[in-house]
C-alpha cells in the first residue's frame, strides 16, 4: 500500500512524524480516512479517536480537538490536545468528564451551553470507546 507523511502536533510536543498507509480522523463534520493521494483539504478535528495504520497495524490515538490539514505534502493535524491510548491516564480523564458535568450547572442556556454539552458527549464517546473495547 502507498505511504504519505503525517505529523501529528499539540501544544506539547509532536506526538507522531512519519510515513504511515492510512490515517481516520474525527472530523467536526464526519470522520474521514486519509490515503496517499488524498485531495486536499482543511477540516476541524472533533474530540475522538484518530486511528493511525502503519504495516497493517493500528495505532489509536485521542485526540481533543483541533485542525487537519491535508496537502500535497500530506497530512498535518494540529491538535489540541494528544495522548495515545497507552499514555492515556483514565482516571484523569473520567475526572475531567465530572467536571465538565458539574461545570454545566453553571452554564446560562444558549449558544455556550449547547457547545460546553456537545464537548461532553464527545468526551463521554470516547470514553465508552475506551471502556467497551479492547482498547483498556
Known sequence: MATFHFDLVSPEKIAFS?????VDVPGVEGDFGVLAGHSPLVASVRPGILTVTI???HE???V???LAEVSEKGLTVLAD???SLADLDRAAFARQIEEMESNLKNEEPGNELDKAIARL???????QHITSTGMH
Open 18 to 22: 512519519g510515513e504511515v498507509e492510512q
Open 55 to 57: 504495516g497493517g497495524k
Open 60 to 62: 489509536k490515538i485521542i
Open 64 to 66: 481533543l480537538g483541533g
Open 81 to 83: 490536545t494528544a495522548t
Open 121 to 127: 458527549d464527545h468526551f463521554k464517546v470516547i470514553q
